[in-house]
């Protein structure tokens, strides 16, 4: 449909139907129908409204139920979050499929060419133009790093695609909604380090890390707005809440 609201309910209908089908083995070629549309399409509503069928499939099926397509799905929605991507809605369906998937991509995680392309394309994505991407994309790397935190240290080293440069450079945002997902970043590190976590080994990223963004913290603790209404959230209180879990 031309109409973007019709297509994103058309994506919840496939979805709370295959919720009930999938899992009896009906409907069969859902996943192949959906993925097609992604690869050979040029109909950006089309796009969209699929992926938001597939992260929604993503979201409320039994990821045993998706395991043996879920190598192909997995690709597609990171084809649909690359910066090569002309529209930034097909990047922010995307991603947000993305993030509903991975719970259910472990064993694209332990290959670690895949694992490099997954995490470059999500750490270009922290740089796209819209701030409603950067802030699903960062959700998705809080995700990984509860996930996948033993698997994190080549990307936290790293300064070209790296996690902790896109770290530095969001936390010095004048915006608060993506300011505030990247202090949530430190939320699962911190709990694996400090044995909220006790099967992960720490790898101590919230220690090394210290040096650099203790000082952009405290900068932005100092920011507070005179006519901010109590409640609301702002910098300072992102500030706050991330040293907190940082001291914890």
């Not at 979805?15 to 109909?43: C, H, K, R, Y």
């Not at 999500?122 to 802030?135: D, G």
């Not at 915006?175 to 400090?194: D, K, N, Q, S």
């Amino acid at each position: 449909s031309p109409q973007p609201r019709a297509g994103a309910v058309a994506a919840q209908v496939v979805s709370v139907i295959a919720a009930i089908e999938l899992p009896i083995g009906q409907w069969p070629d859902l996943v192949e129908i959906l993925l097609g549309f992604i690869n050979t399409s040029d109909d950006t509503n089309l796009k969209i409204a699929t992926l938001q069928a597939i992260g929604y499939i993503c979201e409320i099926i039994k990821p045993e139920v998706l395991a043996l397509r879920s190598n192909e799905i997995l690709m597609a929605v990171i084809h649909g979050a690359r910066k090569e991507e002309p529209s930034s809605e097909v990047q922010l369906a995307a991603v947000h499929a993305l993030f509903n998937s991975l719970e259910f991509v472990w064993d694209n995680f332990d290959r670690e060419g895949e694992r490099n392309y997954i995490m470059q394309v999500i750490c270009e994505a922290t740089q796209n133009p819209s701030v409603s991407v950067q802030v699903g994309t960062f959700k998705c790397l809080v995700k990984i790093m509860a996930l996948y935190y033993d698997k994190m240290t080549f990307y936290m080293e790293q300064a070209l695609f790296g996690v902790r440069p896109l770290v530095y450079s969001a936390l010095s945002s004048p915006g608060t909604r993506c300011t505030w997902h990247v202090y949530l970043l430190f939320r699962p590190i911190t709990a694996a380090e400090y044995n909220e976590l006790p099967k992960l080994e720490s790898k101590h990223f919230a220690k090394v890390a210290l040096p650099e963004v203790i000082p952009v913290l405290l900068n932005l603790l100092m920011q507070q707005e005179e006519d901010t209404n109590k409640g609301e959230w702002n910098l300072a209180m992102s500030a706050g809440t991330c040293l907190n879990y940082m001291a914890q």
